[in-house]
Each structure stands twice: as structure tokens, then as C-alpha cells.
């Protein structure tokens, strides 16, 4: 599958044949490229975390022709997260300009400024080198970057996230990636999208890293890094992006020429207001006097409450008309408190309505409920002609509480694309 969401489609189009011609070599590819098996390493500053961590944080950076980003970057990263969540992460940078001035000099800053972090092993400066002829066009060398950055995070946590430079984080977002890989740990899926832009904010297994790193060099010089990584869950049987609908990223600042050649202008994807399209709510959970399962889904104050819910209860949407819907927000609790949320959950999008209409004939996952709520994407396979007929809220754990269905909001209209910063 190739997911077409705006930026990118036309390059996702044009190397999908090349892809496809390329996938047996990547199926028969040992486990890492001959040039990252050689591959050597400079620690700059910092060790190795004694530990393996949840999750690296990983940022490759080289000399900017007019300013640098770094320190900004790793300043906004570590204010933006408390000592809990840097407990359970470490932050790679792997610096890959050659110029030894500025290297010496970021190096000096880096271990001045975050000294703190540098000796709690929550940050890690390294300089990598290809084994073999080093790479000549702009695209060979971000890939090879980022390529043996992804190589050396590996071993180091079970997850590994992806920035930029150029990126800056939302507060508590160590926390929100936390609690949806809690959610999302015995689910199938290879990348995780925790923004809309094209390169920064995917989540990786690290046990694919090495696979990633691989694929990353397995095509001509001339093939954006940022198609390879959409074009890479696929591979591994995710056939559809899995995106987050509140990004936790944003881009800053302005890419130079060369680097415009290698990033697309990262636009967030804004959507307005939700506009859910007629629809009728059905439920077997208990209904309390007049109130009832149709406040879920309206778009006022209120609500549908519910006691003590067990496994296989649902609350469906069932839409009158089947429609191409681009978002979901299922919110659960109390707006201030949390509270009477649901513990454990799940939110399916159903196809094929039945005539009596009572739901539909087949279901697919969209996402686990995180915290009590769910806001993602939807996605579509490519050319699918198929609409959507049906969203239901599953319980997966009997809860002897209140539960509070506070919202169910859904988007059918495409998003406007706004620059960021």
C-alpha cells in the first residue's frame, strides 16, 4: 500500500514501480548492509546508557549554511519533559558534518549546555563514517546519515523516534508516546506517526532498525529519504500509515536550498471543525432513563453515560449514507477530572452496512483507546473505491465504574495544508 495523504504522492507514485523491483533484493539483503556492517563510530560526548531504554530520541545534524539548530533543538526537548520521562529515553545525536571546526566547536557547546543530561547518559553525541567509498549526492548522504544514526540506536532502546534539527516538541510528549505504546505493544505495526510531517515524529521498532538503516541504502542516490520511510511499513505488512490526528512535532524555520532538495516544505495538516454526517448510535451497554447513546454523537455538552460495561460491549455509529471519513476523535471521561473513562478499549471501522441497519458486515481496527480517548487518521488502501459505514467503540475489559462517552467526533472533509512556525 501506498498512502497518498497530500505531500508526497506524486514521488510515492513515481518510485512504486522501483520498489516493487527492489523488494526481492531487500527480501534477500542480510540483516544489515555491508556498509553499515563496517561502519565505524566516534563517541563525541556522552556513553551509553548502562540500561536498555523504552525509547531514543534520534537527531542527525550537520553544518547549516546560515545557522545551526541543534542547540535550540535539544534545549526545547529537555525543557519540554520532566525527569520521569527522561528516566525512560536517551537522546542520539549523530553529527555528520566533516568540517572539524564546527564539529569541535558543537561538541564544546553540547557538552557545556546539557553537561546534566551528558552525565545521567541521557544524551549521546556520536560521528559515524560508511564502511566502503563515502557517498557523493545530496540524497546518498542524507540516507547514509540517517541510515547509520537508525544503526547505532539498535541496540539501545526497544523504540526509536525520529527528528530533525529543525523540530520542536510538544510538553509531556515522552509521556504521550509512552502511554500509546502501552496501548499499542501487542499490536501489529511498524511505523507510528505522532505528526503530519513528512519525515520527523515516526516511531520505529528497534528490532527493524537494522532492516530500515538497510533499505534506506539499498536505492539510487536520487530517491528522497522521506518517500523510502513511507514506502517501508508495506514491506513489512502495514498497509495503511497509522496517524495521530494532534501532532505532537512542529517544523521551525526555513530549509536552505540543498536541504529543500532532501526535506519537503513540512506543512501541518490543519483540520476545522468536525462534521459529522447523519448517523444513527446503537449500544448494548445499560441506558439510564432519558439518557441516551445518541449524545455520544452529538456536538453539544452532551454525553452518554453508562455502568459498569464488560468485554464485548459496543457503542456503533452506524452512518445513513457510507462515507470517505479522514479523522476520528472518540473522547471518554470527564472533560477536567478523567474520570469514568474507559480503561480498555478499541475503536473499528466498519464496512458493508446491513439492511436493518444494525451495523456492519466487517470491522477493521483503526486504534487502542490511550488514556481514555482515540484521535487518528483514517487512511485508505490506494484506488480503494470503498467507504465507511460504520464506527464502533468496543470494551475490552469489564470495568465496575461509570463510563462516560463524552464525544464522538468525525471528519469527512479533506484538510487545509498551513506552514508552520
Given at each position: ?123 549521546l553525541v556520536v560521528r559515524g563514517q560508511l564502511g566502503g567509498p563515502p557517498p557523493e549526492a545530496l540524497y546518498s548522504v542524507q540516507k547514509a546519515d540517517h541510515a547509520l ?129 447523519t448517523a444513527s448510535v446503537r449500544t448494548d451497554m445499560v441506558m439510564l432513563s432519558n439518557n441516551i447513546p445518541q449524545y455520544a454523537y452529538t456536538l453539544n455538552k452532551e454525553s452518554f453515560a453508562t455502568l459498569n ?113
Open positions: 500500500m501506498i498512502q497518498s495523504w497530500g505531500k508526497g504522492e506524486e514521488e510515492g507514485r513515481q518510485i512504486s514501480s522501483e520498489i516493487k523491483n527492489h523488494l526481492q533484493a531487500f527480501k534477500d539483503m542480510q540483516k544489515t548492509s555491508p556498509g553499515l556492517q563496517r561502519a565505524k563510530y566516534k563517541l563525541l560526548a556522552g556513553a551509553p546508557p548502562h540500561e536498555k531504554k523504552l525509547l531514543t530520541v534520534g537527531i542527525s545534524s550537520a553544518l547549516h549554511p546560515h545557522e545551526s539548530h541543534l542547540l535550540d533543538a535539544l534545549r526545547a526537548l529537555f525543557q519540554a519533559s520532566s525527569g520521569p520521562e527522561l528516566g525512560c529515553v536517551v537522546v542520539l545525536v549523530s553529527l555528520s558534518d566533516s568540517d572539524p571546526e564546527w564539529l569541535s566547536q558543537t561538541v564544546a557547546n553540547i557538552s557545556d549546555l546539557f553537561q546534566t543530561h551528558i552525565e545521567a547518559r541521557q544524551l544514526l537508525m544503526n547505532f540506536a539498535a541496540n539501545l532502546s526497544e523504540y526509536f523516534l525520529m527528528l530533525d534539527d529543525q523540530v520542536r516538541c510538544m510538553p509531556k510528549f515522552i509521556s504521550t508516546i509512552y502511554w500509546t505504546l502501552s496501548a499499542w505493544k501487542e499490536l501489529p505495526w511498524v511505523t507510528l506517526e505522532f505528526s503530519s510531517l513528512s519525515f520527523a515524529g515516526k516511531v520505529f521498532r528497534s528490532s527493524d532498525l537494522p532492516r530500515l538503516a538497510s533499505f534506506l541504502l539499498v536505492f539510487p542516490k536520487d530517491t528522497p529519504t522521506h518517500v523510502l520511510l513511507s514506502e517501508f511499513p508495506p514491506l513489512l505488512a502495514q498497509s495503511t500509515p497509522i496517524r495521530f490526528g494532534s501532532s505532537v512535532f512542529y517544523h521551525v524555520g526555513n530549509r536552505s536550498g540543498l536541504e529543500s532538495a532532501c526535506f519537503p516544505a513540512d506543512k501541518e495538516k490543519v483540520f476545522g471543525e468536525p462534521d459529522n454526517p460495561p464488560v468485554r464485548g460491549n459496543y457503542l456503533t455509529v452506524i452512518l445513513e449514507e457510507p462515507r470517505k471519513v479522514t479523522r476520528v476523535e472518540v473522547l471518554t471521561g470527564s472533560d477536567k477530572e478523567g474520570k469514568h473513562q474507559l480503561r480498555r478499549g478499541q475503536v473499528e471501522l466498519g464496512f458493508g452496512p446491513l439492511e436493518d441497519l444494525q451495523g456492519c458486515a466487517r470491522y477493521t481496527l483503526l486504534g487502542p483507546v490511550v488514556e481514555g480517548r482515540l484521535d487518528q487518521m483514517v487512511s485508505y488502501e490506494e484506488d480503494s473505491l470503498e467507504a465507511l459505514g460504520c464506527i464502533r467503540l468496543l470494551v475490552l475489559e469489564a470495568q465496575e465504574s461509570w463510563l462516560l462517552i463524552r464525544q464522538i467526533k468525525v471528519w469527512t472533509t479533506e484538510y487545509d495544508e498551513e506552514e508552520e512556525g
